[in-house]
């Protein structure tokens, strides 16, 4: 069994930053492709980034490129997503989610490729 922890999230105005983390426990050994996605309200739950664990190779979505940063903490089951320049457009609860698969191949923004979710952190862009 695999536990996602997504922590992190909260209100800042536009033009500003958050870092949220993902701890991961349980069984993760295999959890290799790890990723971040949000959910804004009447909206389809959006892939925004990927990380390879072992490897460290990361992908991003158009959408976020340039502006967020996903990152793994050595030698800890952790991801963090730093997210710079927000707009009032991020507005949504963000997830961390993970599946088992070389270098984060195959549908990696579909959200029906992962396995294990958190319960996600609620992020607010507003002035």
């Known amino acids: 069994h695999v536990q996602l922890v997504e922590s992190g999230g909260g209100l800042v105005q536009p033009g500003g930053s958050l870092r949220l983390s993902c701890a991961a426990s349980g069984y993760t050994y295999n959890r290799n492709c790890m990723a971040w996605f949000r959910q804004a309200p009447g909206k389809e739950r959006e892939g925004l980034a990927t990380v390879y664990t072992p490897g460290g190779y990361t992908r991003y979505a158009d959408s976020v490129k340039g502006r967020f940063t996903i990152s793994k903490e050595k030698n800890k089951n952790t991801i963090y997503l730093q997210m710079n320049g927000l707009e009032p457009e991020d507005t949504a609860m963000y997830y961390c989610?993970?599946?088992?698969?070389?270098?984060?191949?195959?549908?990696?923004?579909?959200?029906?490729?992962?396995?294990?979710w958190g319960q996600g952190t609620q992020v607010t862009v507003s002035s």
């Open positions: 989610a993970a599946r088992s698969v070389p270098n984060c191949v195959g549908n990696y923004w579909s959200k029906w490729s992962y396995v294990n």
